[in-house]
């Protein structure tokens, strides 16, 4: 079984600054993959960014980018240059080898100030 | 390309009452997931499949059905509806993909489907 923890209700943060979203999750499988969706007003679940488990590379998109502590199971989410469009709910999710069945976290409110 | 398409996207129900949440994928996925979501507890797995004729339960299957008759197709049914089942209902869809990459494939999501029951 898998589970996936954000601490963080909200965040909010200045236009063109920088916020770190966290994340925890626990897993018993060696191969899993990690995600963090975005979730704007119109609710479609949009890809942010992806990691491998098996990478120890950090994911990076564009203004997009993880910091993945493999043993310490931390997968946070740092937004560069915020804008007013990153303003949505941001959610954690793990997949593990069990038919592809993606595990969410609670979700974290990010809202931006001009 | 229509990807996944979900019907209908709101209704209002009375407690006791049954009806059908569709999903349906263009894309040829083998996987499909119905998924709900609620304040506070982000998205959980209801019911899932991996192929025509197969499905099975998730995190939180009790009060619900599904059927997957055809592989494009996987429908939600709420045979006897209660408050608690007030929620956002998500469909998404998946490829598959074996060994260590299974996770590799990433799920498309419907665009989601809000049920009040009264």
């Known amino acids: 079984a898998q589970t996936v923890t954000q601490s963080q209700p909200e965040m909010s943060v200045q236009e063109a600054e920088t916020v770190t979203l966290s994340c925890t999750y626990d897993?018993?499988?060696?191969?899993?993959?990690l995600f963090w969706y975005k979730q704007p007003p119109s609710r479609q679940m949009i890809l942010v960014i992806r990691?491998?488990?098996?990478?120890?590379q950090n994911a990076t998109e564009n203004r997009f980018s993880v910091n993945f502590q493999k043993a310490a199971k931390s997968f946070s989410l740092k937004i560069s240059d915020s804008q007013l469009g990153d303003a949505a709910m941001y959610f954690c999710?793990?997949?593990?080898?069990?038919?592809?069945?993606?595990?969410f976290g609670q979700g974290t409110i990010l809202t931006v100030h001009p | 390309n229509a990807g996944v398409t979900q019907t209908p996207k709101f209704r209002v129900l009375k407690t006791g009452q049954s009806m059908t949440l569709l999903c349906a994928q263009d894309?040829?996925?083998?996987?499909m997931y119905w998924y709900r979501q609620d304040p506070g507890m982000g998205l959980r797995l209801i019911h899932y499949?991996?192929?025509?004729?197969?499905?099975a339960k998730g995190e939180v299957p009790d009060g619900y059905n599904v059927s997957r008759l055809k592989k494009q197709n996987f429908l939600l049914g709420l045979e006897s509806a209660a408050p608690s089942q007030t929620s956002v209902y998500f469909c998404?869809?998946?490829?598959?993909?074996?060994?260590?990459?299974?996770?590799?494939?990433?799920?498309?999501f419907g665009a989601g489907s809000r049920l009040t029951v009264l």
């Open positions: 999710a793990s997949r593990g080898t069990s038919y592809g069945k993606l595990t």
């Open positions: 897993t018993s499988e060696s191969d899993y993959y």
């Open positions: 990691q491998e488990a098996y990478k120890q």
């Open positions: 894309m040829n996925h083998e996987y």
């Open positions: 499949s991996v192929g025509e004729g197969t499905t």
């Open positions: 998404a869809s998946s490829r598959l993909a074996g060994g260590r990459f299974f996770g590799a494939n990433v799920l498309t």
